[in-house]
């Protein structure tokens, strides 16, 4: 991939953020930090033909199946479905308003939605169930499964991980948006992760660690899974959670909240700003 | 030649070449279904060996331990009903439904997922195995959750029925069996459906209502006991604790009043909460509920001894029946 072909990708995820501001500014909040951090990765899976996939027809049995284990971080989610054309742009306005499908975590109501997530640890166990039951019928459609870093300290994505190993998931993939931080803190103060890479790589996956903002870097990593034959696929994109913004970078403070006329301003003018190359 | 004739469900024979296991003849069934419908998933916490092995040497693309690992074994079979398959896990009911609880809650009843539990070492059937092998409070956290059927079959051949209704069930189902053989009730002539009951014996001065193994058959001879005291006894098999058989509570509280509950489960939430919940609303009479008390087994002993130990053997549960039919009729 060049600058000249990322560029479409990288504007994409600068619309994408502008939404999450939208978001976090018309609804009683959103989760902005983990939205803001896995920004990229899921721009390039959905917008870089990662993921096969067919907003006309979300049920399309040769799909690939995106699991959004981090549920919490809807505000992304949302935007680049809509972007994508699962469901119109304009819904995104509904987000948390009464009768709206787009609640805090996400359903299955939602098109393009394929779990409903919200309590960490479940993604990655229905991602082996759904990679198995799919080698079974020879079934050449693929797993993602996005998980957040604080997520992993959930001891059923270990269960799931020495599972997908085992039962030797090539078609199962995860990104893992390492931001670094979790609710209540950085995640090596709160319970420490590190040494990350080498925990998955124990538990039998083959990983790459790529820049989670850079979208060159995401694309080479997804267009080559599976990194080995026989083995599940882990990708570490070590991201900054609230990615974007001044007062929302590198602090969990923003994990979840509601921004201010003020902060919504301050938002747009960063926003407005040359997009990044 | 020899001809294998496959003999009818429930009948002599069939009893005699399968037994009275409803773990058994519950995993037969699944067997038997996985023939014509490659659906089938049987799914496994390493505990395979509790009667899996003909599925796993007949169909071992379908087969799949998870061993000890059951949340992940819990969400995996989600993900296979997501994609169409109709897993099967077979594992304690404990483990299921406790240790993966909150997979149980979201991925399979949120989702609305087609899998079916099959629960064993239900109730206080492990005996000796003691507290951490017993299982009291399974009925009440699965009837809690939304979407959720739950089945407590009376015998062996009940289990094998109610296994093939809960694979035409869309949706997740918790069967709640055991190992040991338990006394037969049913025959080759009987069906279950779900939302279903069974009316066993017709009297006019008290109905019990029981469900699930051991008990519906100790209720049988509760009633015949009180039959020879002049006690005419109504008695509901309750296979179908959810969705519950509304009808058969109303129609039985306005013949007899009087309702007696006998479970192998806490008394807390279980068959005597479901009954008590619809007849509080439609038709309130007295509700007397036995089962297990509210408390962890604090002694070692066998099965039997707990039953005693809980009022829950059949001497037992005729002296309560007895004792509520005067205190009633006073």
């Known amino acids: 991939m060049t600058a000249t072909t990322a560029r479409p990708l990288v504007e994409l995820a600068h619309r994408i953020r502008h939404h999450i501001v939208e978001l976090a500014t018309n609804s009683p909040g959103a989760h902005v930090g983990g939205s803001m951090s896995a920004t990229e990765i899921l721009t390039v899976l959905f917008f870089d033909d990662v993921l096969k996939v067919d907003p006309s027809n979300p049920q399309w049995t040769e799909r690939d199946h995106l699991i959004y284990s981090k549920g919490h971080a809807s505000a992304a989610l949302y935007a680049v479905l809509a972007e994508r054309g699962f469901f119109p742009v304009s819904e995104l306005a509904t987000y948390k308003q009464p009768g709206s499908r787009l609640a805090g975590h996400p359903s299955r109501d939602i098109p393009g939605v394929e779990w409903a997530t919200g309590s960490l640890g479940h993604g990655l166990p229905v991602g082996v169930g759904i990679s198995l039951a799919n080698r079974h019928d020879n079934n050449t459609s693929r797993t993602f499964v996005v998980l957040g870093d604080g997520e992993c300290e959930e001891g059923s994505v270990w269960e799931a991980a020495m599972s997908a190993a085992h039962f030797q998931l090539d078609n199962l993939v995860v990104v893992v948006d390492r931001n670094g931080f979790q609710e209540d803190g950085p995640t090596e103060e709160i319970m420490a992760l590190e040494p990350f890479a080498d925990k998955w790589r124990a538990f039998g996956w083959q990983v790459a660690d790529v820049d989670g903002h850079d979208v060159t870097q995401l694309s080479e990593a997804l267009h080559r899974v599976p990194f080995a034959s026989g083995r599940p696929s882990c990708v570490i994109a070590r991201t900054e959670k609230g990615h974007g913004l001044s007062f929302t970078a590198n602090t969990h403070t923003w994990h979840y909240g509601k921004f201010s006329q003020e902060q919504y301003q301050q938002a747009l003018a960063e926003l407005s700003g040359e997009v990044p190359s | ?330």
Not at chain 2, 186 to 209: C, N, P, Q
């Open chain 2, 1 to 330: 030649m020899t001809e294998t004739i496959t003999p009818v469900p429930g009948s002599a024979a069939w009893i005699e070449r399968h037994g009275l296991s409803a773990i058994d003849t519950s995993r037969l069934a699944q067997f038997e279904a996985a023939a014509t419908d490659d659906r089938i998933m049987s799914l496994e916490g390493d505990l395979g060996d509790c009667g899996g092995e003909e599925f796993m040497r007949h169909y071992p693309g379908r087969y799949f331990d998870f061993g000890i690992a059951e949340a992940n074994l819990v969400g995996a079979a989600a993900g296979m009903a997501a994609v169409g398959k109709i897993p099967f896990i077979n594992t304690f009911g404990s483990f299921a439904l406790m240790r993966a609880c909150e997979q149980v809650r979201l991925d399979l009843a949120y989702h609305r997922s087609n899998v079916k539990i099959a629960g064993t070492f239900t109730g206080i059937a492990a005996g000796f195995s003691g507290p951490t092998h017993h299982c009291g409070e399974d009925i009440a956290i699965a009837r809690a959750m939304p979407n959720m059927v739950v089945l407590a079959p009376a015998d062996a051949i009940a289990a094998y029925h109610l296994t093939l209704a809960a694979r035409d069930w869309q949706g997740p189902v918790y069967i709640r069996l055991g190992v040991d053989p338990t006394t037969q009730v049913y025959g080759e002539t009987d069906s279950f459906a779900i939302g279903g009951s069974k009316v066993l014996r017709d009297g006019e001065d008290v109905t019990i209502v029981a469900a699930g193994l051991t008990t519906v058959a100790t209720a049988l001879t509760a009633a015949d006991s009180l039959a020879a005291q002049g006690i005419r006894a109504r008695v509901v098999d309750l296979y179908s604790i959810k969705p519950v058989d509304r009808a058969v509570l109303v129609d039985s509280a306005r013949r007899t009043g009087l309702i007696v509950t006998v479970e192998e489960h806490s008394v807390i939430g279980g068959l005597g909460s479901a009954v008590a919940e619809v007849l509080a609303a439609e038709a309130p009479v007295p509700v007397r509920m036995l089962g297990l008390p509210d408390e962890y087994a604090h002694v070692i002993c066998s099965y039997e001894a707990h039953l005693v130990r809980c009022g829950l053997d059949a001497n037992s549960v005729t002296a309560t029946v007895a004792d509520e039919v005067r205190r009633w009729r006073q």
